[in-house]
């Protein structure tokens, strides 16, 4: 039997419209469920009453002489589920806002696997909204519901079909080449890079002043090889003076010549010129992604020139974001740097915890925007284990999963991964890859994806500094 769920979020308003005597009667006709068809006509509305779109009701005075016409000041949306397996055990449906609190809504579903929600909304622009259901065996289903502006006293009739989070190919082949060592230079915490043309690079460590820029020369032969790389310091950063911004990743938009930097201490991205002075140019970032966790915001920004935006989300989950596990809030600025699209991703599970560990670091420290709106998101996990410097060398480990994601064309409320690269280094080769950016093409088209390694001033002698060059073809 198909049931269907009326579900509000309090009482709601009512707007006393007219007062009519009781014998001019009703002038509306309610919905009937059983079908779902409004009495109305109008395919666009679906409500407990209906005339003209609008939710009305009426009431009598205590004498019974008097009728009271009124229409609801909020706004209804009827939304209608499909696709779910009706054995799955599913018992709640979890509607999550790209921004806003999320809310949770106990189900049952139909034996043709259907739901529909009814949902009273404060009129207002509703954003894009992600509805997630998980099966006690750990599946999931989801989709991405978009955002409309909500009229008072309007009902809206949404459907959409659950979608799982089998992610098709990627189509995407990536070689990776092996780490190069990089001797010659002093032990850093280079945690960001950015390809500004040529062999040249934009590269931030947490280890520099001010804006913590440095530019690296990273030659790259025709196969792919990196030959000795180079460090310069700009004049501005060498003579910077105050507080460092914990500056970790770095994104050039050659438009403007200009380098975009996140702070992880002030949560915040801003413009430098390639001498590294400040632009005054920012991000605009909404405020709730600053309840980050501690040393977890901004370590990834990228941008590219053929989508005009840039990309980038915290190293951990938000601290709000508890109701469900692992999930990331990825955000899109356009060049101007307001803010765009905002979508959520899921990392996968660890494979250790930080217990009886020196060192222990699970998230997100990279993403790359390519050309076709597609995101490289980099998944990471450094394990250092107590002990001996020997112990720690043989007990250490990286292990590091490149996934592609598809904002533009994923209907998923979680969007859905599909991996493209996957290595991980330990014993007498660790290595700490934070930043990664698209480089070079070369002569036979493939393109250099470049990833640099944070050593953290070489971890005691752990590690050391790393560049790391994977060949993506499509």
């Not at 395919?43 to 008097?66: C, E, I, V």
């Not at 034996?111 to 954003?127: F, I, Q, R, Y």
């Not at 596990?325 to 101007?336: E, G, K, N, V, Y």
């Not at 698209?438 to 493939?446: A, H, K, N, V």
């Amino acid at each position: 039997m198909k049931r269907t769920f009326f579900l509000t979020a309090g009482l709601a308003a009512c707007t006393i419209l007219a007062c009519k005597a009781q014998t001019q009667g009703t002038v509306h006709e309610p919905v009937r469920f059983e079908d779902g068809t409004p009495v109305s006509g109008d395919p666009a509305a679906d409500s407990l009453f209906a005339k003209d779109r609008f939710l009305t009701d009426t009431t009598l005075t205590d004498k019974g002489d008097t009728l009271f016409t009124v229409r609801h000041a909020s706004a209804y949306v009827r939304l209608q589920l499909k696709g779910l397996p009706a054995d799955a055990g599913i018992g709640e449906i979890l509607l999550v806002p790209m921004q806003g609190a999320p809310e949770t809504f106990p189900v049952t579903v139909s034996e043709a696997g259907d739901l529909t929600l009814w949902l009273a909304k404060e009129p207002a622009v509703l954003p894009a909204t992600a509805a997630i259901a998980q099966a006690a065996d750990g599946r999931i289903w989801s989709v991405r519901l978009p955002g409309e502006a909500l009229q008072p006293g309007i009902a809206y009739r949404r459907e959409a079909s659950w979608l799982t989070p089998d992610a098709p190919e990627s189509g995407i082949q990536a070689t990776p080449l092996p780490q190069t060592t990089m001797l010659e230079m002093e032990p850093g915490e280079y945690s960001g890079i950015t390809w500004i043309g040529g062999n040249q690079y934009g590269v931030v460590s947490d280890n520099l002043k001010g804006a913590g820029i440095a530019r690296f020369a990273i030659p790259i032969d025709k196969h792919g090889n990196v030959g000795t790389v180079k460090m310069e310091v700009p004049a501005a950063v060498a003579t910077a003076e105050g507080k460092k911004r914990d500056t970790e990743g770095i994104a050039y938009v050659a438009s403007t010549n200009t380098l975009y930097t996140t702070s992880e201490k002030n949560q915040d991205i801003r413009g430098y010129d390639l001498l590294g002075v400040a632009t005054g140019a920012k991000l605009a970032v909404p405020d709730d992604l600053k309840g980050i966790q501690d040393n977890r915001g901004f370590e990834s920004l990228s941008y590219n020139a053929a989508t005009g935006l840039f990309w980038t989300t915290t190293e951990a989950p938000l601290k709000a974001d508890t109701f469900f596990p692992r999930l990331h809030r990825l955000q899109s600025f356009t060049t101007d740097g307001k803010p765009a699209g905002r979508f959520l991703y899921q990392i996968g599970e660890p494979s250790q915890t930080s217990e009886n560990t020196v060192a222990y670091v699970f998230g997100i420290p990279a993403l790359t925007a390519l050309d076709d709106g597609r995101v490289l998101v980099v998944e990471r996990e450094v394990y250092v284990p107590k002990g001996s410097l020997w112990e720690k060398i043989q007990g250490a480990f990286t292990d590091i999963s490149i996934y592609v994601v598809d904002p533009v064309h994923d209907t998923a409320g979680i969007l859905r991964k599909s991996l493209v690269c996957h290595f991980s280094t330990g014993a007498m080769n660790l290595a700490n890859f934070e930043g990664m950016c698209l480089g070079p093409t070369l002569p036979d088209g493939r393109r250099c994806l470049v990833m640099i390694a944070d050593s953290q001033k070489g971890s005691g002698g752990l590690t050391q500094e790393y560049v790391k060059v994977i060949l993506l073809n499509d």
